[in-house]
C-alpha cells in the first residue's frame, strides 16, 4: 500500500537489540484512535528516538531516527510507503549512545547520553543527513554517583520562538541554553541553568503559551516548574510539583523513574509516564501555567512506559510500553484530563510513538 499521503500515521521507534521490529508505521483510525500496524523495518538500529521533517521526496515527509547504540548514529528515512526505506547515508554523531533529536534551523541535533554532548547535522536539500558538524560536550557531574558520574545529555529541543535550543542533561541536573547558527550548524552556549541536585532531569516540554516548560526529573518523582524568556534566552525554575501520590515508589514498593510530559494543547493539563509505577500521571495547571498539581495516576496499559505521546488532535494519549512490548491508547476526559484506557497494539521492545 502506498502511504504518499502520510496524514494518519502513527511510527514507533523500538529497541532491535531487545527484540524489537526497529520502526513500526501504523495506521491511526480517526474515529477511534485504534493502532493498526503496515509495515516495519529494521534498517537502523536501536531507532529509540523518532522525529518527523521535509524533503523533496514523493511523500515530502522525512523520518529521522537515533541509533542508540555505543557508537551513536542518525538516519533519514523515506516515508512515502508503507515500509520506511533509508534516505542517504547513516551518519555517525561522533557520540555515545543517543536517546533523542528534533530538527532546528535546517539541522538534525541529537542528545547523546553516553558521552554527555549534543551533535549537529545538516538537512540537505532530499532531506537526507550531512556528516555531523558541531559536536558539544557538556561538562559536570551530579550527586547521584552511579548515574551523575558525568554528563548525560538526555534530550535536546527547539523553543517555541525558534531562537534558541535547549538541551537537558541529567548528569549534571542542568538545562543548557544555546544558540544555533542556520548557516554553518555551530551550537553557541548561551547559559546554563542549574536544578536542584540529585533530581536527574530527563525530558522537558513548553506550555503552549510559550512563557513556561517543565522539566521531568528521572531521579525523583517530580517536575520543575519553569519560567521561559525567550527574548533574553533565559530559563528560572520556580517550582516543584510531585507526580506521584506520596509513597508511591520507595520502601516496599518498586522504585519509579518517570520518563516523559506532555502538555496538553490547550495549556490545562501536564501528563506525566512513569516507569516501575507503570503509570500515567495527571496534573492540573492553573492559568498562569506556573502552578502544576497532581490529580490522579492510571495505569498505564503495560509496563515500563518509555513514551507518551498525544496526538495531534490533543484527544488521545499514547504510551510506548517498552518492557511490556504494547503501545496502548487512551481517551482524555477534556474536563479532567483523566485518560480512559481504549486498546493496545503489540510493538516489542516499544520506546517512542509520534505522529504525522
Not at 56 to 75: D, Q, R
Not at 243 to 266: C, F, K, Q, R, W
Not at 328 to 336: A, G, L, N, Q, R
Request: net charge negative; proline share 8%.
Amino acid at each position: 500500500m502506498d502511504s504518499s499521503n502520510s496524514a494518519g500515521r502513527a511510527f514507533i521507534g523500538s529497541f532491535t537489540s531487545a527484540g524489537g521490529r526497529g520502526i513500526t508505521v501504523a495506521a491511526v483510525d480517526d474515529e477511534t484512535g485504534a493502532l493498526t500496524a503496515l509495515g516495519t523495518t529494521d534498517a537502523v538500529p536501536d531507532p529509540s528516538f523518532l522525529a518527523l521533517g521535509r524533503g523533496t521526496g514523493p511523500g515530502g515527509a522525512v523520518l529521522y531516527a537515533v541509533s542508540e547504540m555505543e557508537k551513536g548514529a542518525a538516519a533519514a528515512l523515506d516515508i512515502s510507503h508503507d515500509v520506511p526505506r533509508p534516505l542517504g547515508e547513516t551518519r555517525q554523531v561522533d557520540g555515545d549512545g543517543p536517546t533523542h533529536l528534533a530538527l532546528a534551523g535546517g539541522h538534525v541535533l541529537t542528545a547523546n547520553y553516553g558521552s554527555g554532548s549534543v551533535t549537529v547535522l545538516p538537512v540537505l536539500a532530499d532531506g537526507s543527513l550531512g556528516a555531523a558538524g558541531c559536536v558539544l560536550a557538556h561538562e559536570g557531574s551530579g550527586p547521584v554517583t552511579e548515574r551523575q558520574e558525568g554528563p548525560h545529555a538526555h534530550q535536546v529541543l527547539p523553543d517555541p520562538s525558534g531562537r534558541w535550543v535547549l538541551s537537558v542533561d541529567l548528569g549534571t541536573d542542568s538545562v543548557r541554553i544555546c544558540a544555533l547558527d542556520p548557516a554553518t550548524g555551530e551550537l553557541r552556549p548561551h547559559g546554563e541553568t542549574a536544578l536542584r541536585p540529585g533530581t536527574g532531569p530527563r525530558h522537558l516540554a513548553f506550555h503552549p503559551a510559550g512563557g513556561h516548560a517543565y522539566v521531568l526529573n528521572e531521579l525523583e518523582p517530580t517536575v520543575t516548574v519553569c519560567r521561559w524568556d525567550s527574548a533574553a534566552g533565559a530559563l528560572e525554575a520556580v517550582g516543584e510539583a510531585p507526580v506521584l501520590p506520596t509513597g508511591a515508589s520507595g520502601g516496599s514498593n518498586p522504585a519509579s523513574y518517570p520518563s516523559e510530559v506532555v502538555v496538553a494543547h490547550d495549556g490545562r493539563f501536564l501528563w506525566v509516564a512513569n516507569r516501575g509505577h507503570d503509570s500515567i500521571s495527571v496534573l492540573t495547571l492553573d492559568a498562569t501555567g506556573e502552578q502544576a498539581s497532581l490529580v490522579t495516576t492510571v495505569s498505564c496499559g503495560g509496563h515500563w512506559p518509555r513514551d507518551l505521546a498525544l496526538d495531534p488532535t490533543g484527544r488521545r494519549l499514547y504510551a510506548a510500553n517498552e518492557r511490556s512490548g504494547n503501545v496502548s491508547w487512551f481517551t482524555v476526559d477534556p474536563e479532567t484530563g483523566v485518560p480512559a484506557p481504549e486498546g493496545s497494539l503489540e510493538v516489542p521492545a516499544a520506546s517512542c510513538v509520534i505522529f504525522a
